[in-house]
T-cell receptor, first 113, second 113 residues
Framework: GEDVEQSLFLSVREGDSSVINCTYT??????LYWYKQEPGAGLQLLTY?????DMKQDQRLTVLLNKKDKHLSLRIADTQTGDSAIYFC?????????????FGKGTKLSVKP | DAGVTQSPTHLIKTRGQQVTLRCSPK?????VSWYQQALGQGPQFIFQ???????QRGNFPDRFSGHQFPNYSSELNVNALLLGDSALYLC????????????FGPGTRLTVT
């Protein structure tokens, strides 16, 4: 079946790097996504990576994709207290129309000053 | 440029009642998806609307129905509410120019008592 797995919690100190990991199940996924959710808010699209890429960098964010192991990671450089939030990994439904996503349970990132 | 908007923000209903939630997509977007996010969980896909028709549906009962209007806005209806329907309901939109980018609204918090 389709499932996205993430560790539930991560705690880092301000200024350190954060690495959030995710495993997915569908090897045919075209895109893989990272969303951020702050308390009481909706989901913010952070970044996504196409399946023919191994890495994508966008300012402080680096996404690494290991297709062989179906492993996706999000690295946040110089983590700030404003980065404290829940981060969701998502992949498209197998055979589904574009945009219908399966989400992990989310990783709660806590940044200590 | 207005993002995805949803109304109402919060709603309290009683078991057995019916509820209607509303969503206006981001400007230029024509596809609307609905998700249910229970507390502590990732969002779960309910259904997607395109060209005023339900294009794909997740694993939700028929009590959940929807509609899309000619201006691309959408409604989610839930009949015979159960306590387990208490959740944050998220609307997301995407467009033909960027079908792989799905943007979420702030959500409607539904509490069923």
């Amino acid at each position: 079946g389709e499932d996205v797995e993430q560790s539930l919690f991560l705690s880092v100190r301000e200024g350190d790097s954060s690495v959030i990991n995710c495993t997915y199940t569908d090897s045919s996924s075209t895109y893989l996504y990272w969303y951020k959710q702050e308390p009481g808010a909706g989901l913010q699209l952070l970044t996504y990576i196409f399946s023919n890429m191994d890495m994508k960098q966008d300012q402080r964010l680096t996404v690494l994709l290991n297709k062989k192991d179906k492993h996706l990671s999000l690295r946040i450089a110089d983590t700030q207290t404003g980065d404290s939030a829940i981060y969701f990994c998502a992949e498209p439904y197998s055979g589904g129309s574009q945009g219908n996503l399966i989400f992990g349970k989310g990783t709660k990132l806590s940044v200590k000053p | 440029d207005a993002g995805v908007t949803q109304s109402p923000t919060h709603l309290i209903k009683t078991r057995g009642q019916q509820v209607t939630l509303r969503c206006s997509p981001k400007s230029g977007h024509d596809t609307v998806s609905w998700y249910q996010q229970a507390l502590g969980q990732g969002p779960q896909f309910i259904f997607q609307y395109y060209e005023e028709e339900e294009r794909q549906r997740g694993n939700f009962p028929d009590r959940f129905s929807g509609h899309q209007f000619p201006n691309y806005s959408s409604e989610l209806n839930v009949n015979a509410l159960l306590l387990g329907d208490s959740a944050l309901y998220l609307c997301a939109s995407s467009g033909v120019d960027s079908p792989y980018e799905q943007y979420f609204g702030p959500g409607t918090r539904l509490t069923v008592t």
